[in-house]
């Protein structure tokens, strides 16, 4: 360099060159120890692993694959999503199989103020029950939460087997309790408003003559 400068050749704008291409050589390697510690992290603790059912962010599927630096997913359209490994440990990662694989469902109807409400319970309960994929223990259990409009607003509380057919199940219990409230009277309401029209009072004008 001082050579170059002896002889009048200008350096800096190379040194500004570079400056930058050092700065976006810095930023890159920081992202790729940034997935490479969290790809070891993942390895070690195992809190996620191949076959798990998992939501990270909008994203649901199954850990097909877990790398150094990034992990695939296959969502439930069949697509595989490669997921950088930085993004397991900065944000917030639902794994639906690790520990106890027992996910609870929880499905919201609502009812007519009309209904027996023991009839209801039953029927909500035996949806549930009769359903393969729920356990038996933890049983299910149908609580009254609170009063709306024009329902009692319901809540059915059901353990399943498996977290990855956890849709299908809830699917089929609704199924269920559709045909459980025909065959038994409980009426789903419509949203509705009552409407009071009062007739207008006729008012009286006098006029006065000059």
Not at 194 to 206: E, F, N
Request: with cysteine.
């Amino acid at each position: 360099m001082i050579a170059f400068q002896v002889i009048g050749v200008d350096l800096s704008g190379l040194f500004v060159i570079f400056g930058f291409l050092s700065v976006g050589i810095g930023f890159g390697l920081q992202n790729l120890t940034s997935n490479f510690i969290a790809g070891l992290m993942l390895l070690f603790e195992q809190h996620i692993q191949i076959g798990d059912r998992i939501t990270v962010g909008d994203t649901e599927g199954d850990v097909a694959e877990i790398n150094i630096r990034s992990t695939t997913i296959r969502s439930l359209n069949n697509v595989a999503i490669v997921v950088p490994n930085s993004e397991f440990i900065s944000s917030t990662v639902i794994n639906w199989s690790h520990g106890d694989p027992k996910p609870r469902l929880e499905i919201e109807v609502g009812v007519s103020y009309n209904s027996d409400l023991d009839n209801v319970f039953r029927s909500l309960l035996e949806a549930a029950k009769d359903n393969p994929m729920v356990l038996p223990h933890p049983e299910p259990k149908a609580w009254l939460m609170s009063f709306g409009d024009s329902a009692w607003n319901m809540r059915l509380l059901a353990w399943v087997i498996d977290p990855q057919g956890r849709r299908q199940v809830q699917s089929d219990i609704n199924c269920a309790i559709v045909k459980k409230f025909r065959k038994n009277g409980v009426e789903i309401p419509f949203p509705q408003r009552d409407l009071h029209v009062r007739t207008s009072v006729p008012l009286s004008i006098s006029s006065s003559s000059t």
